[in-house]
T-cell receptor
Framework: KAGVTQTPRYLIKTRGQQVTLSCSPI?????VSWYQQTPGQGLQFLFE???????NKGNFPGRFSGRQFSNSRSEMNVSTLELGDSALYLC?????????????FGPGTRLTVT | KQEVTQIPAALSVPEGENLVLNCSFT??????LQWFRQDPGKGLTSLLL?????REQTSGRLNASLDKSSGRSTLYIAASQPGDSATYLC??????????????FGQGTTLQVKP
């Protein structure tokens, strides 16, 4: 079974631009969560989508948004990029059933804002 | 507000040594705790998941324990190998987030195993 895939793997953008990242979950997984990882703040939860609905949201400004499609693929968008948005963006998918709710992570998208 | 702490931040050991990584959390009302491994510049690989009702989980040379009442978890690695070199992260899911994907992560312990 294929793992979580994220595209693109690397991205360089300029301040003020916007960017869209994509995540394809493991087949059958309907929950997709997004995280930002930086050296200073570590891994921080951005938001989660389940059945095309945002179910939970972290403490990030409104410039960060996302959506989920009917095939469970998810995209996140960052508008008006700032230097501080440079980070590794990770998505994780989960098979939501009673019990564990174990998360499986993709390889990440490395975003550099110049 | 739940906070997760991992000590030490970095650890260097000779090959073959048994070692313990520590994780502590401030709120004992957790649903489960998950240990991950991250290689430089890569995503996270799930190692072990412990439900709040469990005391430990084992996978190969790895054993994770959970003491919810004291807010602690340990990851024991037996007979360490150079291939174990990576950053190890623990993450908790609060009771309030039991039906969501929200995990709260520690800062990680970077392990180096020297040949």
């Amino acid at each position: 079974k294929a793992g979580v895939t994220q595209t693109p793997r690397y991205l360089i953008k300029t301040r003020g631009q916007q960017v869209t990242l994509s995540c394809s979950p493991i087949s059958g997984h309907r929950s997709v969560s997004w995280y930002q990882q930086t050296p200073g703040q570590g891994l921080q939860f951005l938001f989660e989508y389940f059945s095309e609905t945002q179910r939970n949201k972290g403490n990030f400004p409104g410039r960060f948004s996302g959506r989920q499609f009917s095939n469970s693929r998810s995209e996140m968008n960052v508008s008006t990029l700032e230097l501080g948005d440079s980070a590794l963006y990770l998505c994780a998918s989960s098979l939501v059933s009673q019990g564990a709710y174990e998360q499986y992570f993709g390889p990440g998208t490395r975003l550099t804002v110049t | 507000k739940q906070e997760v702490t991992q000590i030490p931040a970095a650890l260097s050991v000779p090959e073959g040594e048994n070692l313990v990584l520590n994780c502590s959390f401030t709120d004992s009302a957790i649903y489960n705790l998950q240990w991950f491994r991250q290689d430089p510049g890569k995503g996270l690989t799930s190692l072990l998941l412990i439900q709040s009702s469990q005391r430990e989980q084992t996978s190969g040379r790895l054993n994770a324990s959970l003491d919810k009442s004291s807010g602690r978890s340990t990851l024991y690695i037996a007979a360490s190998q150079p291939g174990d070199s990576a950053t190890y992260l623990c993450a908790v899911r609060d009771i309030g987030s039991s039906n969501t994907g929200k995990l709260i992560f520690g800062q990680g312990t970077t392990l180096q195993v020297k040949p």
